[in-house]
């Protein structure tokens, strides 16, 4: 039992270390990711939000991935004649010094086709493509359905 614990205990140690912080925000020289999430979902599709702010230069969010979605793509939602309709979009601008919002309603990483079931309380490890930046990982922890931020 004792050596059980001692184990469990450094399996921990180890997962610390790999992932030093459970990357909710992320950090690049010149870009800052935080208040991602995604929602409960028991569809096969399910959209994660975040902010990208700029410290510097423009960049543009040009293409995700997760191991949790087998058809990421970026989204807009466009209003067509009073219906809010989602629409692909190539890529996501970062304005230089300025940000941008992925929330409900408007901007999103869109996930088709997950892998399985969100439930609150999970995560989504997501990894950003950008045009500049490269690649940023980010963890988005997965709300109630409906959750607006
Ligand atoms: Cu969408």
């Known amino acids: 039992m004792k050596r059980r614990t001692a184990l469990f205990a450094a399996v921990a140690l180890t997962m610390t270390a790999a992932f030093p912080?459970?990357?909710?925000?992320?950090?690049?020289?010149?870009?800052?990711i935080s208040g991602g999430f995604t929602r409960a979902s028991v569809s096969p599709n399910g959209a994660g939000f975040l902010t990208i702010r700029s410290k510097g230069e423009a960049d543009r969010l040009v293409a995700f991935r997760s191991p949790q979605c087998n058809r990421p793509e970026l989204h807009t939602h466009i209003n067509d004649n009073g219906i809010m309709r989602m629409r692909q979009v190539e890529a996501i601008d970062v304005p230089?010094?300025?940000m941008v919002e992925l929330k409900p309603g408007g901007l999103h990483l869109m996930m088709i086709d997950l892998t399985g079931p969100l439930a609150e309380g999970d995560?989504?490890?997501?990894?950003?493509?950008?045009?500049?930046?490269?690649e940023v990982a980010v963890s988005l922890p997965v709300k109630k359905p409906g959750a607006m931020n």
Request: proline letters at 0%.
């Open 21 to 32: 912080a459970f990357a909710q925000e992320a950090q690049t020289d010149t870009l800052e």
């Open 96 to 98: 230089a010094g300025g």
């Open 123 to 134: 995560v989504v490890d997501v990894t950003l493509i950008f045009e500049q930046a490269g």
